[in-house]
């Protein structure tokens, strides 16, 4: 080996779920949610003038970072906005995980952190979730270099109330928490309002889940003035025009459609009721979810063989081939039609196998 191949910087990616495009596909792997984006969004993308792509976007997304301000009662100056919030949350792995104590996440958790970890060679430890995959409020007072929980967490779709989150930021106050809220708008409590408390806190959200927007790449983290500086200063050593034009404007005209956005969220969650108390009649155990997703575990089916058949039918679901969540199938909660076809499917299984 030569030594530039030798030099070569060897990570282990993150696997995101598999994007196929078949027309009749239900398609239940990658937590997306089923409706489309507000109606506001389909006119303003009629509006635009593609003269708009001749010039480099404002790279502080002013804009977007005050609606967001106002959206959340905070200061401008306490918004970081970025591609997804996937990119603001490496920004904060590179900007504040700069020490060399191990900083702590869950053994069961989004497995992009621990590609962060190491692609910035941050030293981490995992920390194991109980049985119930319930987090160990006592494996985080030791201490580290920070600290990053999400909540709900994925892909166990648990949420834990504010009052928890609060100790183990309130024990940990010599590093900076995260708490990562991609799902926290379908049910659970964010700990927004702890910033007012702890200038140590970070809270991460995106447009991607509760917002339908995937496809338009916005995130964005809240956190004081002190946390936000430090985050912009790490972005403009890097990449300053991050966000295009389009993102910057619909992402700030969608805060305020906030009627369409609670509609929604509303029908997510009555779906993810139903399709709970049916899978459980059909033999499945799964925690109370407060996410768009169930994480479900057959108590006779094997998930790997389940996952293969539902595949074959065009019902696209999660499977990871983890330890400890090897049995389990993390499946995003679509219509109510798909999840019709999806509960049919389980019905005729339950009869063949
Ligand atoms: C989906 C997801 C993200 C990232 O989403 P973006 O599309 O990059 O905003 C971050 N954290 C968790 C836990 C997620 O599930």
């Not at 603001?88 to 590609?115: C, G, N, Q, W």
């Not at 006592?138 to 166990?156: C, E, H, R």
């Not at 389009?246 to 609670?262: N, P, Q, R």
């Amino acid at each position: 080996m030569r030594l530039w191949e030798k030099n070569i910087r060897s990570v282990e990616p993150y696997v995101p779920g598999e994007q196929p495009n078949f027309p009749d596909m239900i398609k239940l792997n990658t937590n997306e949610n089923p409706y489309p984006p507000a109606p506001k969004v389909k006119q303003l993308l009629q509006e635009f003038s593609y003269d708009i792509l001749r010039r480099y976007p404002d790279p502080a997304a002013s804009e977007l970072v005050c609606a967001l301000a106002k959206y959340y009662k905070v200061k401008p100056s306490q918004i970081f906005v970025g591609v997804g919030s996937d990119d603001v949350l490496a920004m904060a792995f590179l900007t504040f995980f700069h020490s060399k104590r191990p900083i702590f996440f869950p053994d069961l958790t989004y497995s992009f952190y621990e590609v962060w970890a190491q692609l910035f060679e941050i030293p981490y430890q995992k920390k194991k979730l109980d049985s119930q995959f319930q987090i160990v409020m006592q494996d985080y007072f030791s201490p580290n270099g920070g600290i990053v929980l999400a909540n709900p967490n994925a892909p166990t779709s648990i949420a834990k109330e504010i009052d928890f989150i609060e100790e183990i930021i309130k024990k940990n106050q010599e590093s900076v928490v995260i708490v990562d809220e991609a799902y926290v708008d379908f049910g659970a409590v964010s700990s927004i309002p702890l910033l007012e408390r702890y200038d140590n806190l970070l809270v991460v959200q995106t447009f991607s889940k509760s917002r339908s927007m995937a496809g338009m790449r916005i995130g964005f983290a809240i956190g004081s003035e002190r946390l936000i500086e430090a985050l912009n200063q790490v972005k403009y050593s890097f990449n300053s025009y991050t966000m295009n034009p389009f993102s910057i404007k619909i992402g700030t005209e969608v805060l305020k459609e906030d009627t369409y956005f609670k509609e929604c969220i509303q029908k997510v969650i009555a779906t993810r009721e139903r399709v709970k108390e049916r899978v459980k009649e059909l033999g499945f155990l799964c925690p109370d979810s407060k996410t768009n997703f169930l994480f479900l575990k057959h108590t006779k089916w094997q998930a790997k063989e389940l996952f293969e058949a539902l595949r074959k039918q065009h019902i696209f679901v999660r499977y990871f081939e983890k330890e400890r969540i090897e049995n389990y199938l993390r499946v995003t909660i679509g219509t109510e039609q798909e999840m019709d076809v999806f509960l049919d499917f389980l019905q005729k299984y339950n009869k063949v196998i």
